[in-house]
């Protein structure tokens, strides 16, 4: 719902570039997944923050990236493989957080919550891009991150952290 306006209005794409783009995107989510099955059993933790800390680089990185088509390209790249690890990331997690009878509603509950969570940035990525700060989109969305990394370092880290132990 912004990527796109974003490298119409600000990136100055054209459009068949940008479905390119996204296509990159997309297919680099399936490295996204294969990372996910090399290092997330070994590298729970590290995996978990590496990949919130990373989406928050990315978002970040956004406006810069957004002047020349390589680096929108490489950007959106690695943007595509860590939103992916992201999501089936923290789908195992609230799977190995309930016993087995628990699995099928907490994965709904988790399914409607994602839902919910890309609906609301959608919104506010919606006003964002209404009142002309486009340009601005991916710290907006660096806000959200950087709360989300915080509350894992300091809260949720902890809590899985003692969960294994």
Not at 64 to 87: D, E
Request: aromatic share 12%; proline share 1%; net charge positive.
């Amino acid at each position: 719902s912004y990527i796109e306006p974003f490298m119409q209005q600000v990136a100055k794409l054209q459009n068949n570039v940008i479905t390119v783009v996204l296509l990159i995107f997309g297919a680099m989510g399936l490295l996204g997944s294969y990372l996910f099955s090399k290092l997330y059993d070994k590298h729970r933790f590290a995996f978990i923050g590496t990949v919130m800390a990373t989406l928050l680089v990315w978002l970040l990185l956004l406006l810069p990236a957004s002047k020349t088509l390589a680096t929108m390209v490489l950007l959106c790249a690695f943007w595509g493989i860590t939103a992916m690890a992201f999501n089936v990331t923290t789908q195992s997690e609230v799977i190995r957080s309930v016993d087995e009878k628990s699995s099928a509603v907490a994965t709904a509950i988790y399914s409607g919550l994602f839902n919910l969570g890309i609906g609301g940035g959608s919104w506010i990525g919606g006003i964002v891009c209404d009142k002309g700060a486009i340009s601005y989109i991916g710290f907006v969305g660096a806000v959200f991150a950087v709360i989300s990394v915080l509350f894992f370092a300091f809260v949720l880290l902890r809590k899985l952290r003692q969960s294994v132990n």
